[in-house]
């Protein structure tokens, strides 16, 4: 009898440390699998946990112009240098990218923007558009221009690419609304998406926004206008409170109201540019700037003055050319540089 109340016993201690083992196993095993479930994959491949989702990024409309390159080692590397600024620095947006090119351009200018996304590890979008068919696109507006904004036929800014800004909300897709476009002779030192807070501060009737031309070449062409009228301050630079004109190197484009602007179509139609360079006794050579500027003359509120230290340009001809002793006064930019502009093929300088 003991050996069977000593056998039950066993067997009881054996069934219940079963039962507790299995229970003790089920339990493991449901908290396992709630961990896992926890951190699954998202079905867009991300994690559930709300420290690893990003927010993305602003995507910010640049342009530039990359024609005439084959052979042409400067433009080569202006296109390298103002690109790999530019991406290098965009930490905050998204940049998308439209060059305006020829056939042989496009080619190199897909090898140069390769390399910049190779070395730079960091993504671009970039789409291209043929010089040819824009200008065809444009042939009324670039006529209306040329004849008061290029110097001797042939020359650099007669050539009709330089007009073609004017147009921009024409050329780009109607899904863009605000765009800014550089000359490729620039270097950015600064995130690009600060460039593109500056919209916000335009005012109600802004179309454009350029920054200040830094040399006296307006007053130069304007001599006979501010002979006639020596009261006016266009021309003066804004040191003494004139306005000394604008530059083209960096612009912003308000394209939505462009669109929609009953006024523009009639300011750049031919027989209004013409009666307006009339007005200001103005022969110009250096092509929309030229426009731009006569249209800040006239119509200030369509034209908005970012900070000089946006577009700081180098060129110091002007200094060489009658105007030395002014030159300073134009040539006055306070603040941190933000895009150096090595215009009259000035060297940048290193940084």
Known sequence: MRVLHKVLFNLILLVSFLVVF????????LLNRNSDETMAPASDGSKLSSSSVSTPKEEVNIWCIFTKAAGNASMKYKLLTFTHSLVENANSVMISLHVIVDTSSQRIAQEILQSVKDTLKKDIKISFYDVNQIAKDLKSLVAAMQPHFSSQPGSYYSDSLFFLSLGLHRIAPVSMSRAAMFDIDTKVLTDVGKLFELFESFGNDTLFALAPELSPVYRHVLYLYRSKN??????????TGGFPGLNSGVI???LDRLRNSPMYPHLVHAFNVTSLTKKYSFKGHLGDQDFYTLLGFEHPELVSVIPCNWNRQLCTWWSDHGYR???????????????WHGNCNTPIPVT
């Open 230 to 239: 020596p009261s006016s301050k266009i021309g003066d630079p804004i040191a």
């Open 325 to 339: 002793d002014v030159m300073p006064q134009y040539a006055q930019c306070e603040g941190k540089v933000h895009v």
């Open 252 to 254: 912003l484009f308000a």
């Open 22 to 29: 299995y229970v003790y196993n089920i339990s493991d095993s």
